[in-house]
């Protein structure tokens, strides 16, 4: 049985001050499934889109070894559409519009022969969503879940019943000081991860990531880029490289969590390369274990003498 | 012949969310040669005081090992003052008042015996002043320089004959984007290193810090503190570890370079947990070698494999 992955489709329009695209593939999905794909099958989604959703998207998503069966296809219905705006330091972004169109009425079904899944990512979604998710589930499986300043402001309770279930939670630097109502990252890591999650991924964009677990703060850097194209995405390609990772060695000890965390920051750097999914596209397992090794040596400092 | 550091002494008034303090122990050269202080004897300061500075901190300086002789104390003159106050995220400060007094009509002067000293840092002062200091060495030194927003904007020109001179310039990370009217720091660090430094280490004050030298990218950590008591001094503590390190070592080779920047990040996070130069007074190298292999643990993952 493969990774399942539960999290929005969308059509976004993004403006850089470089450039711009227009309903280009989106969603946490999307994003997660493609990055995790690079390491092993089958990646199985379950979200929602319209009958807008191009065909086009659906066949580059299966010739990555994507299961799209669980994807609902509203007849008659528009796809979730977002548009935002960078400003020129890539770092802050306006949203221009949210559309939740057919993700209004979503109710995530998960397959029956997805319901033993043992490796499950919850994408950035309506909390209330997350636990129709958790509720479906059998088993014991490992539960990764993202989560957003929207739904920490609007639907904190129901969010921290999610935090309850899970085992990793990844949320953004300002998500966690929001959470824990606390700016020292250190001591907001350790409040949130009283709510329920043992391991705690702080993504601070070009600044890298704090992972946070029993008795261990690891820090990783961000790939030093010289251009960013389109930051969107980003953490949830993260996400992809990290539950990816874990599936295709099964291994969820803290020194295999370390070395998850940077294939998730390897495949947040390739995003961000480019619009939209392009820069998942077209890699290999090569090309993200090469870069896992420029993070290696990024990172190495001799012992004491 | 041991490290030369000229810069600042200062009394500072600063206050914190939490805390505040009256005209404590200032200033660069301050901050630099107790921090360097850790790693090998003696460490000369020259700097200039007036007739206020409290004779404790000379002997506080002295019980380090700190050569004081080439500091200039000037009769009837007031010492710099300072004062500044931090927002509750400790990130940002407002500087509420800087007194010159009697760095207004300094004039460095090295002592004969210091001429050729072979690791000198100049602390963040005037770039005009940096010139002089420069232009009264002997040898080939190995010289790391500190600089500031204050300096980039009103002495570029000046700046940038220093930067054509020195081994290593240290810099933040706004600072770098500000020299090189650039958003992107690795394209910043680049263009700052065609200006003439062949090393540059950019501080990115919680976020740690990058060191970019000839094709190599270096990542460190800051060291993950749950309570900063007082960020003031933070960089200056880093040069001294940093600087303190390598003429310990006598050895500037990039590997050892990446090790200095460990120490460098190491000194500062021992800055932070106390108000003024506290931090770092009664510190050991047993201690400060601790948290250089904590720094360790902390970014250590396994290769491919």
Chains 1, 2 share one sequence.
């Not at 299961?67 to 705006?85: C, E």
């Not at 997350?130 to 014991?140: P, S």
């Not at 929207?150 to 309850?164: P, R, T």
Request: with cysteine; charged share 25%; hydrophobic share 40%.
């Amino acid at each position: 049985m493969g990774i399942l992955i539960v999290g929005s489709l969308a059509l976004d329009s993004v403006a850089t001050p470089f450039h711009s695209v227009e309903e280009a593939l989106g969603g946490s999905a999307t994003y997660i499934s493609i990055s995790a794909s690079y390491f092993s099958g089958p990646v199985n989604i379950v979200g929602v889109v319209g009958e807008d959703f191009p065909q086009r998207y659906i066949e580059m998503l299966e010739s990555h070894n994507i299961d799209v069966s669980g994807l609902q296809v509203v007849q008659g219905g528009k796809t979730f559409r977002w548009s935002g705006k960078y400003h020129y330091d890539m770092n802050t972004r306006d949203t221009l519009l949210t559309e939740l169109n057919v993700f209004e009425q979503f109710d995530p079904v998960i397959p029956d022969n997805l319901r033993k899944s043992r490796f499950v990512c919850l994408g950035n979604i309506d909390p209330v969503l997350q636990l129709k998710v958790l509720d479906q589930l059998e088993g014991d499986p490992f539960v990764v879940c993202d989560t957003m300043n929207y739904w920490i402001e609007g639907k904190q309770d129901e969010l921290k019943k999610v935090l309850k279930r899970v085992n990793v939670l990844i949320i953004n630097d300002s998500e966690a000081r929001l959470l824990a109502h606390e700016p020292n990252l250190i001591k907001a890591a350790k409040m949130i991860r009283d709510m329920g999650p043992q391991t705690i991924i702080i993504k601070k964009g070009e600044h890298g990531a704090l992972l946070f677990s029993e008795d261990v703060i690891f820090s990783a850097p961000a790939y030093p880029l010289e251009m960013i194209n389109d930051p969107t995405g980003a953490g949830d390609s993260f996400a992809g490289g990290f539950i990816g990772y874990l599936f295709k060695t099964e291994d969820t000890s803290t020194g295999n969590i370390k070395k998850a965390v940077i294939y998730g920051s390897t495949m947040a750097s390739f995003c961000v390369e480019d619009f939209s999914t392009k820069g998942l596209e077209n890699l290999s397992y090569l090309r993200v274990q090469d870069r896992y090794r420029e993070f290696l040596t990024m990172t190495r400092f001799d012992e004491l003498d």
